[in-house]
């Protein structure tokens, strides 16, 4: 079974610094992908950013990075230059198999981030 | 970018009523979409895998009669919430992968769907 883990309920920041958010999966299987979702309070899933099991170098999409380190299971998230708009609820997910293949995400239980002008 | 719409966003509805929920892929094909449950604050929990031309497989204590879902064409997939009652109340979000191609690991989701029963 899979599981994802996220011990932050709830983080704050200042505007314009930079905050992670932890992530920390678990599952046995060798192929797997990560990603992070952003849900504002419109309650849309956005797409933040993927990390592959096998990738070698860590993902990164504008302000979004991930910290993958592998060894520990992590994924964490980390968003550089915090904006108002960043404020919402981040939720790590996991997929295991093969890229492309139609497989379900688990989600972890989610890190609400409020942004502090 | 691919573009999965669901309708109703909100609906409010009267216990015993049945409500449908409906999630397109607008501009791809998918042959398997997934629809979630989300309760206030938490997290996205699977249902069921909805599969086109096929039975959809649920998850584990979720009720096959009481969520119905259907997935009749390549872009088409409803949930049918039947005899609604309170408890049922909930956030329901959809999501779709690209049958082929799109970039590695990237699930479309709906806008989702927030159901309250009176």
């Known amino acids: 079974a899979q599981k994802i883990t996220q011990t932050q309920p709830g983080m704050f920041v200042q505007e314009k610094e930079a905050v992670t958010l932890d992530c920390t999966y678990d599952?046995?299987?060798?192929?797997?992908?990560l990603f992070w979702y952003k849900q504002p309070s419109s309650g849309e899933m956005i797409f933040l950013i993927y990390q592959g099991s096998y990738d070698e170098q860590n993902a990164t999409e504008g302000r979004y990075s991930l910290n993958f380190q592998k060894a520990r299971k992590s994924a964490n998230l980390v968003i550089s230059a915090s904006q108002l708009g960043d404020s919402a609820m981040y939720f790590c997910?996991?997929?295991?198999?093969?890229?492309?293949?139609?497989?379900?995400?688990?989600f972890g239980s989610g890190t609400q981030l409020t942004v502090l002008p | 970018g691919a573009v999965v719409s669901q309708h109703p966003s909100r609906v409010i509805c009267k216990s015993g009523t049945s409500v449908k929920i409906e999630c397109r892929s607008l501009?791809?094909?998918?042959?398997?979409m997934f629809w979630y449950r989300q309760f206030p604050k938490k997290s996205l929990m699977l249902m069921a895998t909805?599969?086109?031309?096929?039975?959809?497989?649920?998850e584990q204590g979720v009720e096959k009669d009481k969520f119905l879902i259907n997935h009749a064409s390549l872009t088409l997939s409803t949930l049918t919430v039947t005899s609604a009652h309170p408890e049922d109340s909930s956030f329901y979000i959809c999501?779709?992968?690209?049958?082929?191609?799109?970039?590695?690991?990237?699930?479309?989701f709906g806008e989702g769907s927030r159901l309250t029963v009176l």
């Open positions: 999501s779709a992968t690209k049958s082929s191609g799109g970039a590695p690991g990237e699930l479309f």
């Open positions: 501009d791809f094909q998918a042959t398997t």
């Open positions: 909805s599969n086109e031309g096929s039975k959809a497989t649920y």
């Open positions: 599952t046995s299987d060798q192929s797997y992908g």
């Open positions: 997910a996991m997929r295991v198999g093969l890229s492309g293949s139609a497989r379900q995400l688990t």
